[in-house]
Nanobody
Framework: QVDLVESGGGLVQPGGSLRLSCAVS?????????MGWFRQVPGKEREFVVA??????????YYADSVKGRFTISRDNAKSTVYLQMDSLKPEDTAVYYC???????????????????WGQGTQVTVSS
């Protein structure tokens, strides 16, 4: 059993910042998981935001073009927590943000939400003036 719990969502004005956290418990060592962030708005498919690969894959990071240069993923393996720092937020970033994890990700499909077996409950991020 692997549990993921997100926190840190909320309401922010355009241009502002938020930091999301995702604490992982259970399962194997945190460093062996690829960790991803996805987002979803009503009526649309879940969208890839960013992912950080497991240590054995070099800890590589993949960003969606829409967030590159504005969002930053980081992970604290000692705390089994992954973070998403979101800066220069735009209204189109409004969504429910989900944390995801898996140990068997095929790197060529790292942006595919179907590759991830473990998900958090989601946290709402609203960017509005």
């Amino acid at each position: 059993q692997v549990d993921l719990v997100e926190s840190g969502g909320g309401l922010v004005q355009p241009g502002g910042s938020l930091r999301l956290s995702c604490a992982v418990s259970g399962g194997d060592r945190f460093s062996t998981y690829t960790m991803g962030w996805f987002r979803q708005v009503p009526g649309k498919e879940r969208e890839f935001v960013v992912a950080s690969t497991a240590s054995r894959n070099g800890g590589r990071i993949y960003y969606a073009d829409s967030v590159k240069g504005r969002f930053t993923i980081s992970r604290d393996n000692a705390k089994s927590t992954v973070y998403l720092q979101m800066d220069s937020l735009k209204p189109e970033d409004t969504a429910v943000y989900y944390c995801a994890a898996d140990r068997t990700i095929i790197l060529s499909s790292i942006r595919d939400p179907r590759q991830y077996n473990y998900w958090g409950q989601g946290t709402q991020v609203t960017v509005s003036s």
